[in-house]
């Protein structure tokens, strides 16, 4: 079964549309972790370790956090991300396949 891990909690939005991909993980509790970013790698590095191609990232909470966490999934799956985007007016989330050494979208 898919994982879909949420980068970061966000007090009051509801990630449960996500689940229709995959079992939803939030990754980092709420709050700023831009000036502690040792701790934060550590504990990314440690949630993702077994990242993978049926997994995904859901990209919410500090753009610092976003960010790290992008970057250790690409690290885990060669390269490669698979992330859920929020789509405003058909309240659903969409896939966006990511390949940071310029692969196919496929």
Known sequence: MANVF???EVVGRNFLPAQEFG????????GNIAFSSGPTMRRLNS?????????YLLMAG????I???GAVAC??????MKL????RQERRY?????DIFGGSDG
């Open 6 to 8: 949420v980068v970061q």
């Open 23 to 30: 079992k939803v993980k939030v990754l980092l509790p709420p």
């Open 47 to 55: 949630a993702l370790a077994k990242y993978g191609e049926e997994d």
């Open 62 to 65: 500090d753009p610092a956090a």
């Open 67 to 69: 960010a790290m966490a």
């Open 75 to 80: 690290d885990r799956n060669r390269g490669r």
């Open 84 to 87: 859920l985007k929020w789509d």
């Open 94 to 98: 969409y896939v966006v396949q990511c």
